[in-house]
């Protein structure tokens, strides 16, 4: 048996679609994480902003002067 792995957008009609028709079919099991993995850029981002948050390196700005 091989493996295969497929990424998708889980928003795409069609990629729904084709995942549909491949459940239908005996010899594919489909299986699913349940975790999907994040973005590494977007990860070390948060972590560089958790750090810079609890050296105290932060500004805070009023609602009301975020639009102006």
Known sequence: MAT???Q???RSTSAKRL???LR???FIK???DAA???D???V???KRGQAAFARGDYKIIKTEELWN
Do not use: N
Request: a negative charge; hydrophobic letters at 40%.
């Open 8 to 10: 998708y957008d889980a």
């Open 36 to 38: 999907p993995e994040y």
């Open 4 to 6: 295969i792995t497929l």
């Open 44 to 46: 070390a981002k948060v």
């Open 24 to 26: 239908t079919l005996s």
């Open 19 to 21: 995942l549909e028709y």
């Open 40 to 42: 590494p850029e977007m």
């Open 30 to 32: 489909i299986s699913e």
